[in-house]
């Protein structure tokens, strides 16, 4: 299910560290051989009866945020914290998975009442937007009729369901890493400061015009520099991104970056290394697989409202699956199902699995039923 030529922003050091806590949690050497290294998986129905392909995606992975220790957190009163340091699910992708999981068991129940082929796609790293394209890249989505994926919480309250028709910023993410010339700060002559030119293109990047067309983002969001107050410093490194709200406006803002890092670089006599770490584009909903959405959620169980949900901020690279199903003609469509959390990406992040995740189930298998119904 991963095109290795298209993997963005692999870390061979935290790849190995993670292959050495499964083994420490009794994953088997066969399965970790088996998977080489990547995480996430796809899992296939097959009826053995003619009929549609039905993919649905759901995504796994978590954030590098410590979780809360407050005791009234109900991840703490329940006891299912994170028990990694520094690592959480803040933005409820383990519900996502649990949600999948639970799919898969009503698909395994529900065999002989449908037909085709379902496909239950358990994606790795959105978190900076890495993952859907290596998947995207494998092919395995090429026969694909009919999908969606949906995201627990955000503007959805509980019991409601917002179908997206359109939406998402289009986003490429980049590490840029600048090199200098260490020296004594006495001689300065005799140096180049990465990190006065690491600060001079944080500040240029902050001013980029924007576009007429449409809504721009620039973030950086570190950067790192420096051994001591007494040395120039030799080496940068730092994390940004641009969005844009099509394609073409982030295509436009990603070039203003290189234009940027490449003069500056050249004024400060240093050389880069600017590296796209993750990339999605927007979302463009196909309205067949959108009532099917919405009829699907109007019968699930514990659904209150069914309303549109058209998101202008934020990316999600599940747009990436999208864009290569939507190529060959499949029809996809993009939801969101309810809970009360306090914001994502937050050390306080949480949702309640007991209420929110069967409201998700029951979308999912509705949409289920009625494209693969026997």
Not at 40 to 66: K, N, S, W, Y
Not at 71 to 93: D, I, M, Q, V, Y
Not at 317 to 337: E, V
Request: glycine share 12%; hydrophobic share 40%.
């Amino acid at each position: 299910m991963i095109n290795p030529d298209a993997v963005m922003a692999r870390k061979p050091e935290e790849v190995e560290d993670a292959i050495e806590l499964a083994r420490a949690a009794g994953v088997s050497e066969a399965l970790l051989e088996r998977m080489g290294g990547y995480t996430g998986c796809v899992g296939v129905l097959d009826t053995g009866r003619p009929g549609p392909v039905t993919t649905l995606r759901f995504d796994i992975d978590c954030l590098a945020i410590e979780e809360t220790k407050d005791e009234n957190h109900l991840p703490n009163r329940e006891g299912f914290a994170s028990t990694r340091p520094g690592l959480s699910h803040a933005c409820g992708h383990d519900g996502h998975t649990a949600v999948g999981l639970g799919v898969a068991q009503w698909l395994a129940d529900n065999k002989e009442t449908l037909c085709g082929k379902v496909k239950l796609v358990f994606q790795p790293a959105e978190e900076g937007v890495r993952g859907a394209a290596a998947i995207a890249a494998s092919g395995v989505l090429d026969d694909v009729d009919w999908f969606t994926a949906g995201h627990i919480g955000c503007d959805a309250k509980p019991g409601r369901i917002g179908v997206s028709h359109e939406g998402y910023l289009a986003t490429t993410k980049f590490d840029l890493e600048i090199f200098g010339l260490p020296c004594a700060a006495g001689s300065p002559e005799k140096g180049h400061s990465a990190l006065m030119c690491a600060c001079n293109t944080v500040m240029a990047l902050g001013s980029l015009p924007g576009h007429s067309k449409g809504i721009t983002r620039v973030q950086v969001g570190k950067i790192v520099s420096g051994t001591a107050r007494n040395i120039v410093a030799g080496h940068a490194y730092v994390v940004l991104e641009v969005r844009g709200e099509s394609t073409e406006i982030n295509d436009y803002m990603a070039a203003n970056v290189e234009t940027t890092v490449k003069g500056l670089a050249a004024a400060y006599e240093c050389t880069y290394k600017l590296t796209r770490m993750g990339e999605a584009v927007t979302y463009k909903g196909d309205e067949e697989a959108v009532e099917l959405v919405k009829a699907a959620a109007r019968d699930a169980e514990g659904v209150t409202l069914v309303t549109d949900m058209n998101a202008k901020v934020g990316s999600e690279d599940c747009t990436m699956l999208i864009r290569r199903i939507q190529a060959h003609g499949g029809k996809c469509a993009f939801f969101y199902f309810g809970c009360d959390h306090h914001g994502h990406h937050r050390p306080d992040f949480e949702i309640q699995d007991r209420t929110s995740l069967p409201v998700g189930w029951g979308v999912f298998t509705g949409f289920v039923a009625r494209t693969n119904a026997r």
